[in-house]
């Protein structure tokens, strides 16, 4: 069985153009820019204005976190801040966690985020043992959803407008990707 302390350590990953570093308090300010963008928001799903403070916070904390994995995705070759990704919300007994990932808007239509997904998926599938790993991503970002599909996440259900953004009401698609569908993976 998985321990509930999974993710108390912290790994550093790295890929062909990305390398997946825990989230600390050099990352704030670019975290910070990034969280101020507003087609940022939008795909996110984020009402709350977060202060530099706060994420100043929030990074520095992230290595002391045993039940969360926060990295921040840096470009390999420069050290870049390209965006910042989750694995958090372990349920041991049924081997399940929640992914989230979100890029610097120019981060996007690059492959960053699917190279940064997949390392993030071989960790918790082949390091942590994971079996499931559920996202959620808004219906208005197909863009995001075929990202996703190509990591190997399936729709698996839909929450009926479950985000209110700019007056209107958007569905939510739950996503997850099982270990057994990925190659070489087990079931």
Same mark, same amino acid.
């Given at each position: 069985m998985i321990d509930a302390t999974a993710l108390a350590e912290k790994p550093v990953?790295?890929?062909? *153009? !990305?390398? %997946?570093?825990? &989230? @600390?308090?050099?990352?704030? $300010?670019? =975290?910070? $820019?990034?969280?101020? +963008?507003?087609?940022? *928001? /939008?795909?996110?799903?984020?009402?709350?204005? =977060?202060?530099?403070?706060?994420? #100043?916070?929030?990074?520095?904390? @992230?290595?002391? *976190?045993?039940?969360?994995?926060? %990295?921040?995705?840096? +470009? *390999? $070759?420069? #050290?870049? =801040?390209?965006?910042? &990704?989750?694995?958090? /919300?372990? +349920?041991?007994?049924?081997?399940?966690? !929640? =992914? /989230?990932?979100a890029l610097v808007p120019e981060a996007t239509d690059r492959g960053i985020g699917s190279e940064a997904t997949r390392l993030l998926l071989d960790y918790a599938f082949d390091r942590v043992g994971l079996h499931r790993v559920q996202l959620e991503v808004y219906d208005f970002n197909p863009r995001a959803r075929r990202a996703y599909e190509k990591c190997g996440f399936e729709v698996e259900g839909r929450m009926r407008e479950a985000l209110h953004w700019d007056g209107a009401w958007y569905d939510v698609l739950v996503m997850a990707a099982l270990r057994r569908g990925r190659a070489g993976g087990e079931g």
């Open positions: 990953l790295t890929g062909a *153009r !990305v390398r %997946l570093v825990t &989230l @600390s308090a050099r990352h704030a $300010a670019a =975290f910070h $820019a990034a969280c101020q +963008d507003p087609e940022t *928001r /939008r795909l996110t799903g984020t009402h709350h204005d =977060f202060t530099r403070a706060e994420l #100043g916070t929030w990074c520095a904390g @992230s290595a002391d *976190r045993p039940d969360r994995l926060d %990295l921040a995705i840096e +470009d *390999r $070759a420069t #050290g870049d =801040f390209l965006g910042e &990704l989750a694995l958090s /919300r372990i +349920d041991p007994p049924n081997a399940h966690g !929640v =992914f /989230r990932i």
